[in-house]
C-alpha cells in the first residue's frame, strides 16, 4: 500500500474497452435493423450487442474492483473517479435538460403560437384549435373528417395518486441510501447492508409502480406515445428517467452485494458514494419531473 | 505497486503488435491514433468537397444527380466535424497534457482507449448509409425535420452514430477534465499553465455541456420517427422550429469546441518564435473562458430568418456581438505578444499568423452576419459559406497543422523538411483564399448554398472557386508526405527542439519516453512558461 501512495495506477492494456466498443456497435446495427423492419434478423443482432454490453460491464468493473482490492488505487487515483463520475452526471443532467428544454418550449412558446388567432397556422389550418395544457386534443384533430395521426387522451395522470406516492418513495430511498452512508462510515456493516438493501427494494418498487401507471395510461387513458405533443414528452421524460432509475437500483444492488462481502472501508468506498450520488441525481430528476410533468 | 510502473523504472517497456493499437492505455499511442485518425478522415471528406466542386464547376448538372450532392455537402460536414477536428483535437489533447502539466497520462487510461476506438466504428455505422436504401444522409448536417425524417434505412444509423461520437466525445471530456484537475505536477498551478491546456478544460467543459443535448436533439428525431412522437410535428401541437432550437444550442457552442484548441495552439506558437512570453496571459484565460460562457446565449442567430418574436432576435444579435469583446482580446494578445518579438517565421509560425488574419476576416463576416436585419441577405446564401470555411479552414485547420508542425519533432525525435513546410503554407493560403473569398461575392450576389445547380451570373466566380479547391485538396497531400518523411528520418531534433521553447513537454527526450513523468517533476515560476 504505500508503495502505490507515491506512483499513479496506469492500467496494462486491457481489451474491455475495444470490447466494449463492439458490443455498442452490433447493438446499433441491431436497432438500426429492427426500426428498418427487419425484425426477425435484427432483434438477434440487438440482443447479442445488449448482452455484450452487459457483459463488458461485469468484466470491467470486475477488473476494476480487483484493482481496488489489491490496494493498486492511492488517493489521486480516487479523486480521478470522482471528477470521472462527477462529470458523467452533470453530462446526464444536460442530456435531460434536452427533453424539459422541449417540454418548457412546448408548453410557453409554441403551444400558445398553435393558438394564437393572428397566427397563420391557427388561420388557415387549424382555426378550431385551443391552445390548453394538457393538450389532449393536437391541432390535426380540429379539423372534421380528417383522421389525425395522432390518439386523443381521455384523461390525464394526476399528480396527487400515484405519481405523489412514487415522489414518497424515492425520497424515501434518497434518506436509506444515506443512512447506510452513515452506517458504513461508522463502520457498521449489518446496517449498511439492511440499509442499502431497503434502497434497492424502493428503487424496484418505484419501477414497478412507474410499470403499472405506463399500463394504465396505455388502456385506459388512451395516453401514449403517439397522443401528440403531451404524450411525447411525457413518456420520453418519464421513460428516461424510469430507465435510469432502473440502472441506479441495479447499480445499487450491485453495491449491496459488494457490501456484503465487505470490500468498502470507512475511509475507502468509492463506488460506493458514486452509486449513491447517481441515486440522487435520479431522485432530483423525479422532483423535476413531479412538479413540470405531473403537477403544474 | 503496478506492473506497468514496476517494468519502466528499469526500461522503456513497449507493448507490440497490433495489442499495443487496439488495447492501448497509452496517451502518446492513443494521441498517435487520433491524430491518424483524423488525418484520413480529413481526406474522407475532402474527396466529397472535391466532387461537390467539380459538380458546381460549371452550371446545370454534370457529374451527380442532386440526391447525391446532397449527400455529398452533407456528409462532408459531418465528416469533417466529427471525424476530423473533434478528433484531431483530442488528438493533440492527449499527447501534449500530460507531458505539458507533468503527468504520468491521462487520468483514465481504459477509458481515453474507448473514446478513440469509437470513432471508427461510428464512422463505419454514418459511412455505411451510403449502400442502403434511401442513401445516405441528405438534408444538412443540421439534420433539421421534417426534411431529415425523409431519410430511408440510413435515418437510424445516423442518429446513432451521433450517439457514438457523443459518448465518445463526452468520454474524452471528463478524461481532460480529471487529467488537468486532477494529475497536475506539484507547483503546476492553474495559473502556470500552458494555454493549450486552458483552451482544452474550457472546450471539454463545453463539450459534457453541449454534446448530450444533441444527444438528446437526435433522439426526439429518431421517436418522431419511428415511435409516433410529435415533437416536431406542429399537427401534433410540437414544433420543427424546436429542434432548430435544440440543435444550435448544441451547435454553436460545437464552433467553439472546434476552435479553442486551435487558439491553444497557436498561444504556444506564437511566444515560442517571437521569443517573448505570450501578451497578457490572465486576460487570455478569462477571455476563453468568457466566450465560452456567452457561447450558450447566442445560438439563434443561426435562426434569425425563422420566424422568431422581436425579442428574441434582438437578444441574439446583442448577446452576439458581445462575443467580439472578448475575441478581440484574444486577437489583441497575439499581436501584442509578437509587438518587438525577435520573430522568426518556421512553418508552424507561419500557419499561426495565418490563423490570426484569416480566424480574423471570418470572425468580421460572422460579425455582419450576426446583425439581424442583414442577416436576412446573407442567410442560407455562400457568403455564410464563406464565413465559417474562413473560421474552420484556416482559422481551425491551420491552428491544428501549425501544432501537427510543431510538436512534430517532438513526437517524432526528427526535424520535418522546413522547405517543403513552408510550401505547403503558401500553397495551402494561396489557394485557400481563392476556393473561399469569392463566396463572399457570390454569396451577396444571391447564390444559394446547398443547391447543386445555379444561374449563370455565378459561373465566372464558381470557376475559380473550384480551381482553388482543388489546388488546396492537392496541397494537403504535400502535409501527408512532409509527415511521413519526417517520421522515417531527418535531422535529430534537440530536446528543446526550437530555440524559443519553453515548458516541461521540452524538457523531456525527443521522442519523449513510452511512460514519461512516472514521477512528477517540480515546477517553478522559473521552469513553468507562462
Ligand atoms: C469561432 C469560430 C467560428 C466557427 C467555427 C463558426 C462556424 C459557423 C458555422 C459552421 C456556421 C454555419 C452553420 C450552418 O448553417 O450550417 C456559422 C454561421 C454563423 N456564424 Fe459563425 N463561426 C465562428 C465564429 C463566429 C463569430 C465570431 C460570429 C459572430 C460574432 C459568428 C456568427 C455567425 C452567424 C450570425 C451565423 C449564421 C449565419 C446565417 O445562418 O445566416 N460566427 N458559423
Ligand atoms: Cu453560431
Redesign the pocket.
Known sequence: MSDSNDTYFIPEPSRWPIVGTIALFVAFIGGGMVLNGYINNGQYVLGIGVAAIIYLFYGWFKDVIDESIAGKYNEQVDISFRWGMAWFIFSEVMFFAAFFGALFYTRVLSIPWLGLEENVSNQFLWPDFQAVWPLLTTPDMTIAGVESKYMAIKEVIPAWGLPAWNTAILLASGATVTFAHWALKKGNRAALCWWLAATVLLGFIFVYLQATEYGHAYHELDLTMKSGVYGSTFFMLTGFHGFHVTMGATMLAVILIRSMKGHFSDHNHFAFEAVAWYWHFVDVVWLGLFVFVYWI | MSEAVLHDDHHDHKPTGIGRWLFSTNHKDIGTMYLVFALIMFFVGGAMSMVIRAELFQPGLQYVDPQFYNSMVTVH?LVMIFGALMPAGVGLANWMIPIMIGAPDMALPRMNNMSFWILPFAFTLLLSTFFMQGGAPAG???MYPPLVLQLGDGFPYLVFAVHFLGISSIMGAINIIATVFNMRAPGMTFMRLPLFVWTWIITAFLLIAAMPVLAGGVTMLLTDKYFGTAFFDAAGGGDPVMFQHIFWFF?HPE??I??LPSFGVISQIIPTFSRKPLFGYTSMVYATASIAFLSFFVWA??M??VGMPLAGELFFMYA??S??VP?GVKIFNWMATMWRGSMTFETPMLFAIGVLFM?SI??FS??M??ITPV?FQ???TYF?VA??HY??VP??IFGIIGGIYFWLPKWTGNMYDEKLGKLHFWLSTISVNVLFFPMHFIGLAGMPRRIPDYSVQFADWNNIISIGGFAFGLSQLLLVWVVIKCVRGGEKATDQVWEGAHGLEWTLSSPPPFHSFTTPPKVTDATAHS
Open positions: 460536414a444538412g448536417w443540421t451547435g464552433v467553439y472546434l476552435v442567430h443561426h434569425f430568418t452576439t456581438m462575443i467580439a475575441t480566424f471570418g470572425g460572422g460579425l452576419m450576426g442577416d446573407y442567410h442560407d455564410i464565413h465559417f473560421v474552420i482559422g481551425i
